[in-house]
Each structure stands twice: as C-alpha cells, then as structure tokens.
C-alpha cells in the first residue's frame, strides 16, 4: 500500500507542513512555488487539448489587473475579489483567444505570444488602470497563514482534481483533440466547444494565480504581462514532465528555488532558462516526473502474496 | 502632409515585408516556425557592429561575416535541435523559443543597450518629394524588399535547389522518393531564413539603434504580417506588410504613436475571425483548419 500511497502522501504532507517550518523569506518564496506551479498547471491543461501557449502572462496578467480593479476601484474585499477575478479574468482570456481556436498548431503559440506584449502598451497608451505606474495599495488578504494556506488548498486542490478529470472521459475527449481532432469531430463531438472549455480552464487558473499575487504584492502594474511569467511555467512544465500536472507542479518546485538561489545572477536567469527549455526537449522529452515515475516502477519489491 | 504620410506608409510597408519575409520563408517550406527569429535579427546586428567597432573591420566586409555567421548558427540550430524534434510543431515552437529567449536574454545581460550602438548608414542623405524629407537608407529598404521578393520568386521557380525547396513544402516523402534529402533542404530553409533576418538587420538597424528589446519586436511584427497574410504565403506577406504599414502609418499621423501596435492586434484579431487561415493561406487551409 505504502508503495503507491507514500509518492501521492510525500507532496501533500511537504506542501501542508513546510510553511510552518519555513523562515519568513522562504515563505515568500514558498508562495511563488506555488504560483508558478499554478501557472504550469494551467499551461499543461492547455498543452494537454493540443494548445502550446507562448503566454502564460496573459491569464497573469488578467487575473492580477482583475483583481487589483475589483480591490482599488470598487473596494471589493479580497476574499471577494479573489474568485470574481478569478472568472473574469477566466472569461476575458478565453475572449481573448476564442477567434484562434478555429487553427491548429503553431497560430496558437504565436498569436498567445504577441497578445500579452501587446496589452502592455494599451495600457501604456490609453493610461488605463494606473497606467505605468500601475495600482498600489490594494488590499493584502487578512492573515499570512490564510494566503499561504489558501494558495497550498488551491494548488492541491487544482493537481488532483484535474488529474482525476483528466482520467475521466471528459479529459480523454481533451486528449484526443491534442492527439487527433479530426477523429474527434467524426465522433460527433464539438472539438471548438471542448477547446473553449479547455481554454476557460486554464485562463481561470492563471487567473487566480495573478490575483493571488496581487493581493500577496499589494500592486499590480505593467510588470505582470512580463516574460517571465510566460516562460517560467513552460520550462517548468517542459523540466518536470509535460502532460502530467504533476510534473508541472514537480518542475516548479525545482526551478522556482534555484532561481531564487541564482538571483545574484539577475538577467542571466531567463538565459538558463532557455537553454534548460532546449536541452530538456531534445535530451529527455519525457521530463523528469514520467522519468522518476518509470524508474520508481522498476524497483524490485516484496510483495506478500495471499 | 497627406502626401508624405502616404509616402511613409509605403516605405513602412517595405520594411515589414523585409522583416516578414525570412520567418515566412522558412515555415513556408520545412513547416519550422522559427521563434528564433528576432533573436538571429539581433544577433546578426550585435556581430556587425562588434566586427565594424571593435575589430576595426569594413563595414561592408563586417556585413558579409556577421551573415554568414548568422546563417551558420541557423544551420546549426537545425542540425542539433531541430533535426531531433522534427515533426512535432509544439517542441519546435518550444526549442525555437527557448534558443531565441536565451540568445536575447544574454545580449540583454552583458548590457549591449545604448545609442551608440548602432550601424551606419550605407548613404547617408535624403531628397524631398514635395514638402517630405524621405532619406537614401529607407528608399534603399524599398528597393531591397522588392528586389528579394523578386530574386525569391525566380530562385524557387526557376533554379534546381529552388525546385526542390518547394518540392519538400509540398509533400515531404515523395520529395523524398525524387532524391531531395529533405533534411538537407529543411536546414538550407531554415538557414536561408535566419539569413534573410540577418540582411534586414543591417537594412533596417541604421534607422535605429540596437536593442534586445527589438528582436522581440521584430518577432512580434513578422509573426503579424504572417498571421494577416497567411502562414508560408509569399503574396500573402507583401499584401499583409501593405495593410499593416499603412494603417500603422495613418495611425500614428491622426491618433498618436501609442496606438500603432493596438491597430496590428486588432487586425490579427480581426482577420482570425473573418478568414481564420489568413487573407491568402487557402493553399493550406484545409490542414491548418479543423
């Protein structure tokens, strides 16, 4: 029992207990784990119905000016504007990119690229929102254990749940888009309807992770769209083993620390990045989770038999 | 004033056709969408300048190096990551970008921002056409991008590799049966296109100056123009460069400057909606579409 039951137990339990055992700076950091890992969750959603997203930043980015509009214009709680930001932002991504869903392949990636760089100089240009400057003082959740409880609730919450749709045949119709849509339409299914879903999914996840770090910076500003919100969970999803979201989440909580330990490095950080992008899709495709899980697998073991 | 902005939205257009056309050369034909290709502009710009300034190089030997180098590394690209993840778009698009994020990323890093640096221009004087200054260097984009137009136009039709280029864009294994090493050929492309970026850099560059930020932009316009006129399309990217020059321009003259790039997204936005495989991707419609 344990031999299945300790790999599921051994995040869950380091994922509830850490924070307490953590300094006030590794918290901080422990909450970008889990936003990143977030992020790569919902880019390996999309990644799994066949939609390789270049622009994670665009739901972050949504979500975080969402919120921080709810929290400093209309003085909604946080614990409100939380989830509300979390639909909206959901529903205006998937506004965003509804007119490419109707093409497959590289359109996606390109057009979720360009919208994210795009939107920073509307924002820059009409002065929208605070414009450059952005919005500062919004609200903070009312207790630190809350947010880094609410943050760890959600991402497990999120890992497992959408492992388990993912198993049942809703996420099956998912993964058949990805691997052939044609057959997918012939069985007379709605393949855009699906990818919509899809789609609402992991802009709503994204989403929350923006408007959980809105309230955790207190400010949201033109920072939000940058790159390294895009990139960072695609490498993480790439390192830890794309279409399993457990991967996401392991390559998060790999890649998330070591940046914190390169800070001293500053730019050069995104340049590691890339490389570690190429080298694991060429060298090992599969990533470290489906490599780990395969290994772990082929220990030998006793087994009692009745 | 109407005259000149008319002017310079077609001077505009050229340069977006100049930009556009390398990125769309090589998807057109090995089906790679180079991601890499803001990064290969940059790098190319970075070389000739390193080469005209610290060096001490001529210029116009400096050019012929950093292309050459350029086209170097696209082939390398091609040869040890490419070749391994050939055939699954999403890895390329991964690879590509992640070899184009680390490239800029490290240029942005040793701090190669300034406006110094910056290449010269090849003449450096203008002529006025009623009241409009329009200088020797932009006419000079013009005339290239019509020339390479033409010059691409004749190589693919009319020259044995041209032949085979549009042999393996057509169907890949009976290139293949005909004797064209599609490997071979795939890594031409995708070295002939990182060329082609490189030779827009050093048209285009002196008009500015060098920064990490424009590959990015670069990126962000040639993947426009190609999404409007319709991936690997080659009218599809002269007639797109035309709509998204000129509106970029009359943007700029009757609104303000900060709109020029709302007015690209929404034509993407709109020309998705309207003609999803772009205004001239009919050739490929029916496998792009689903």
Known sequence: ?306 | MFLGTIIYALLNSAILAVMAIGFNLTFGISGVANFAYGAMYILSAYLSWMLLNLLEIPYGLSICVSLLVTMGVGALMYRFVLLRVRGQPLSEVIATFGIGLAILELFHYLGFVGFEYTLPVLIDEGFLIGETMVDWQRVLIAAAAGFLVAGLWAFTHHTRLGLAFRGIAQDERTALTLGIDSDRIAMLSVSLGCGLAALSATLIIPLGSISPSEGYEVLIKALAVCIIGGLGSTSGVIVASFVIGFAERFTDTYLSSHWTMIVSLAAILVVLVVKPSGLFGRQKELEERI
Not at chain 1, 70 to 97: D, K, M, S, Y
Not at chain 1, 109 to 119: E, F, G, H, Q, W
Not at chain 1, 122 to 129: P, R, S
Request: charged share 10%; aromatic share 12%.
């Open chain 1, 1 to 306: 029992m344990l031999y299945l039951l300790a790999p599921r137990l051994i995040p869950i339990l380091a994922f509830l207990l850490l924070p307490l055992v953590l300094g006030t700076y590794w918290q901080k950091v422990f909450l970008s784990v889990a936003v990143f890992a977030l992020l790569a969750i919902s880019w390996d959603i999309l990644a799994q119905s066949g939609m390789i997203s270049l622009g994670q930043a665009l739901f972050f980015g949504l979500g975080a000016y969402c919120s921080g509009v709810l929290n400093h214009t209309f003085g909604w709680h946080p614990l409100l504007a939380l989830p509300a930001a979390t639909l909206l932002g959901g529903l205006i991504g998937t506004v965003c990119l509804l007119p490419v869903l109707r093409l497959r392949g590289v359109y996606f990636s390109m057009v979720t690229l360009i919208i994210p760089l795009m939107l920073v100089r509307i924002v820059e240009a009409t002065k929208i929102f605070g414009g450059t400057e952005g919005l500062s003082g919004i609200a903070p959740l009312p207790s630190k254990w809350l947010e880094l409880y609410l943050i760890v609730g959600v991402l497990l919450g999120a890992l497992f749940g959408f492992r388990r749709m993912f198993n049942s045949d809703y996420g099956l119709v998912l993964k058949g888009i990805k691997d052939n849509d044609r057959s997918v339409t012939n069985a007379g299914i709605n393949v855009y309807w699906f990818k919509t879903q899809a789609l609402f999914i992991a802009s709503s996840i994204g989403a929350l992770a923006g408007a959980f770090m809105t309230h955790v910076y207190m400010f949201v500003g033109m920072p939000v769209f940058a790159l390294d919100y895009s990139i960072l969970p695609i490498a993480a999803a790439v390192v830890g083993g794309p279409g399993t979201l457990a991967g996401a989440t392991l390559g998060a909580v790999i890649l998330v620390p070591l940046s914190e330990a390169l800070r001293g490095i500053g730019g050069l950080r995104i340049v590691f990045y890339g490389c570690f992008l190429v080298v694991f899709i060429v060298a090992l495709p599969e990533g470290i989770f489906h490599y780990v899980q395969r290994k772990y697998h082929q220990f030998e073991r006793w087994v009692e038999v009745e």
